[in-house]
């Protein structure tokens, strides 16, 4: 099994795995839950 996913901040550069404690999770009424970015509270991020 591949761990080598990350999810990365566009913000500020922060990454951690997608499924790493360390992302918070915002609701976003038209889009459902969003990643947010514990170093800078963005929720500007993505997987590659
Ligand atoms: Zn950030």
Same mark, same amino acid.
């Given at each position: 099994m591949s761990v080598d996913t990350r999810h990365r901040c566009l913000q500020c550069g922060f990454e951690a @795995?997608? #499924? #790493?404690?360390?992302w918070g999770t915002i609701q976003h009424?038209?889009?459902g839950a969003l990643t947010q970015c514990p170093?800078?509270? @963005?929720? #500007?991020t993505m997987t590659r």
């Amino acid at each position: 099994m591949s761990v080598d996913t990350r999810h990365r901040c566009l913000q500020c550069g922060f990454e951690a @795995s997608p #499924d #790493d404690d360390a992302w918070g999770t915002i609701q976003h009424p038209p889009l459902g839950a969003l990643t947010q970015c514990p170093e800078c509270g @963005s929720t #500007d991020t993505m997987t590659r």
